[in-house]
C-alpha cells in the first residue's frame, strides 16, 4: 500500500535515509527541507522551506499526509511542526539515547530516567542536545500521544559526514607504523596503545562532535 510521507528535513544524512528508504518501498516522498546540505533523494518532492520562518509549513499545511517523520533537535522547530500539521495520520520523531540521565549503565530501557528538558528560548546549542531532545519528545507526545519516539543508539553507515564510528576500523585495519606497540601498561597483550603507535599514512583521529 503507497503512503505520502511527509519527511521534515530529507536533504542531509538522516532525513536522506528515511527519504530514500520509503521510496525503496514505494511510497510518496515529500522532504521539507531549505535545500541548503544538498538535493532530496531522486523521486521525492522538495519543498523548500525554512522552519525559522512562521510560513514554513504553508506549502504543506492543506494537504492530506499518511504520516510525518521529523528528526529534529529543536524544540521550537519541533512545536511548530505539530501546530501546523494538524490531522496526520501518523507521527513519527526520532529522538536519541542522549535523553537519558545516565549514559554509563548498561541494560536500561525506556523507563530509565531522563535529562531535565530544555527550557531556553530560541535554538538549542550543541551543549544542549541531550535535553533539547527530551524537550521535543515531551511536546510531540504531549500534542500526539500515539507518536512513535524513536530513541536511536549511535547512527552509522554510509554517508555519515562525522567519522566518529569509520575511524575506527579503519584505524584496525591498517598496520602499526613500525612494531606492533602493545601498550607497557597493560597486563595482558590485547591493550592497544593509540598514543604511540599509528596507522600507516594517517594522522591524528578526526573527533568531531556530531549533531543530527
Known sequence: MTSSLLVLGGTSWLGGAVARNALAAGHQVTCLARGTLGEV??????VRADRDALDAYAAVRERK???VVDVSRQPTHVRSALEALRGVGHWVFVSTCSV???QSEPHRDESAPLLDPWTGTGLATDDDYGPAKVACEQAVLSARPDALVARSGLIVGHG????RFGYWPGRVAKPARARRCWSRHSTTRSRWSTSRCSPVGSSAAPWRAWVE
Do not use: N
Not at 533523494?41 to 522538495?46: C, L
Open 41 to 46: 533523494p531522486d523521486g521525492a518532492e522538495h
Open 160 to 163: 555519515d559526514p562525522t567519522d
Open 65 to 67: 499526509w499518511d504520516a
Open 100 to 102: 537519558y540521565a545516565w
